[in-house]
C-alpha cells in the first residue's frame, strides 16, 4: 500500500472547492444551480492590464524571473505600500509570490517550529488554519460573534496568547463576513501586542480595495508604527483588480523574515510567472479608476442581498464594510426546519431544494452561520434569494 505522509491527514481539503465541485457536479446533471461560494470578483481583468501582459508576451519577457520578482514589480509594490498605506518598504523587504496564499504559506513556512501557536480569529478564511498545521504549528482560534461584528477585542486577544505564540493573523475587511477593524480597534489591539514584543503579526490586506466605510482603509501597522518591524503585510491583485488566475500576491516586512520566505520560495515554486509579473506593474502603477465601479457594483449588491436576508424567517445578517461577502446567521433557519441539523446540512440542503449553492459557516469556523458571495450578477441575486426565501419565508 502506498503510504502518504503524516502532514496531509492533518489538513482538510478547501471546504470552499467542495462547495463549489458539488455545485459544478449539479450543473451537469441539468439541474439550474446558481452559485454564491465563489471567492473571486465576476469582473474581467481590465482592458490595460492584460494588454500589458500580451506585450510582456511579445517582448520575450517569457524567462525566469529573480526568486522574489522582477525589478519593476518590486518597484510597482513599494511605490503601491508608500501611495495608499503610507509605508516605506526596501527591496530586500519585499517578496512576490503565486497569489497571497503563497506569501501566508512561505511566511507560516518560514518562522513556525512545532508546538508554536498561531493566533487566528474565527470566522477566519479556511485556510489559515490548515496552513499553521502544515507548518506543524497549532492553530489557536479566537471566536468573535455576530453581537461583536465578527471582530475580536483586545481582551481576548490577550487571552490567546501565550509563550508559545508566534503569529496573530488579522484580516480586514474580512473574508468571510466583510466586517473591517477601525483605525481606533487596530490602536486598542496594538496595545495588547506591545506587551507581547516576540509575537509577530500577519495583516492580510488583501481586499484593502474593496470597502466602503467612511474611513480611508487602515491595517494594524498604518495604526500602530511601532508595530512595523514585527508586522508582515501581504496583499495581491487578485481581488481589488480582478486578477485572481493571474496568481500574483506580495509580503512586506523585516529583511529577515522576507529573505527566509524567499529561501522557501526558492526550493519550492522559484517566481511567480513573469508575464503575470508585467500585468501587475500595469495594475498598480496604471489606472486605477477601474476599482470604484467594481466596488460600487459590489456594494449595490450588499445593500440588495442584506436587505433580503433580514427579510427572511430565522436569518439575520449585519452590513458589511466591504468584500463581496455576507455572513449571515442563520441558526434560527436550522432550528424551523426539521430535516435540519447545522449549517452544514442546510447548506447541502439548499442545494437540494433552492438549487443554491453557498458555504457552511463550519468552514470558517462559526457554525449557525453561511458565507454567501455575492459576486456574481444582480439577475442571479434576485433568483437566489427569491429561492432562499421560498425555502425560509418572510420574517
Ligand atoms: N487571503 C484571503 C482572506 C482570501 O480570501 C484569499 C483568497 O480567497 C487570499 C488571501 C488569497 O488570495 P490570492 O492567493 O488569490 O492572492
Known amino acids: 500500500d502506498i503510504q502518504l505522509a503524516e502532514r496531509v491527514n492533518r489538513v482538510k481539503p478547501s471546504p470552499t472547492m467542495a462547495v463549489t ?9 441539468g439541474h439550474d444551480i446558481i452559485g454564491l461560494g465563489a471567492g473571486e470578483p465576476d469582473f474581467d481583468t481590465p482592458e490595460h492590464i492584460s494588454e500589458a501582459a500580451i506585450e510582456a508576451i511579445r517582448q520575450g519577457q517569457t524567462r525566469y524571473t529573480a526568486v522574489d520578482g522582477t525589478p519593476a514589480l518590486k518597484s510597482a ?40 501557536e498561531v493566533v487566528i480569529p474565527a470566522p477566519y478564511w479556511v485556510s489559515y488554519p490548515d496552513m499553521a498545521l502544515l507548518a506543524d504549528a497549532t492553530p489557536v482560534v479566537i471566536e468573535a ?11 481576548q486577544l490577550e487571552a490567546a496568547i501565550t509563550d508559545h505564540t508566534r503569529i496573530v493573523v488579522l484580516n480586514s475587511p474580512s473574508n468571510p ?3 473591517a477593524y477601525s483605525r481606533a480597534e487596530f490602536e486598542a489591539l ?43 503585510v501581504v496583499n495581491g491583485v487578485s481581488k481589488g483588480y480582478a486578477m485572481t488566475g493571474w496568481r500574483i500576491g506580495y509580503a512586506a516586512g523585516p529583511a529577515k523574515v522576507i529573505g527566509a520566505m524567499k529561501k522557501i520560495q526558492s526550493q519550492s515554486t522559484s517566481n511567480a510567472s513573469s508575464i503575470s509579473q508585467a500585468a501587475s506593474v500595469a495594475a498598480l502603477d496604471g489606472d486605477q479608476s477601474v476599482i470604484p465601479p467594481m466596488i460600487k457594483a459590489f456594494r449595490d449588491r450588499h445593500d440588495y442581498v442584506v436587505g433580503r436576508l433580514n427579510a427572511m424567517k430565522g436569518v439575520s445578517c449585519i452590513h458589511g464594510d ?16 426539521e430535516a435540519v441539523a447545522d449549517d452544514t446540512a442546510l447548506a447541502e440542503y439548499l442545494i437540494d431544494e433552492a438549487n443554491v449553492a453557498l458555504v457552511p459557516g463550519t468552514a470558517f469556523g462559526l457554525p449557525g452561520h453561511v458565507r454567501i458571495s455575492y459576486a ?5 441575486l434576485e433568483k437566489a434569494m427569491d429561492r432562499l426565501e421560498a425555502v425560509f419565508g418572510k420574517a
Request: aromatic content about 8%.
Open 77 to 116: 509594490i513599494i511605490r503601491k505600500l508608500q501611495r495608499d498605506n503610507a509605508l516605506a518598504y526596501e527591496a530586500n523587504q519585499i517578496l512576490v509570490s503565486s497569489g497571497a496564499k503563497q506569501s501566508l504559506y512561505n511566511l507560516f513556512s518560514a518562522v513556525l517550529n512545532p508546538g508554536d
Open 322 to 337: 466591504g468584500t463581496f461577502y455576507a455572513y449571515p446567521n442563520v441558526a434560527g433557519a436550522i432550528d424551523a426546519l
Open 177 to 179: 463576513t466583510g466586517s
Open 190 to 232: 496594538g496595545e495588547v501586542l506591545r506587551r507581547h514584543p516576540d509575537v509577530l503579526i500577519a495583516s492580510d490586506d488583501i481586499y484593502e480595495h474593496i470597502l466602503w466605510t467612511e474611513a480611508p482603509f487602515c491595517n494594524i501597522v498604518m495604526a500602530c508604527p511601532d508595530l512595523f518591524d514585527r508586522t508582515v
Open 21 to 29: 465541485a458539488r455545485a459544478a457536479e449539479m450543473r451537469a446533471a
Open 145 to 155: 460573534g455576530q453581537e461583536q461584528r465578527f471582530k475580536i477585542t483586545p481582551e
Open 376 to 380: 456574481t450578477s444582480m439577475d442571479n
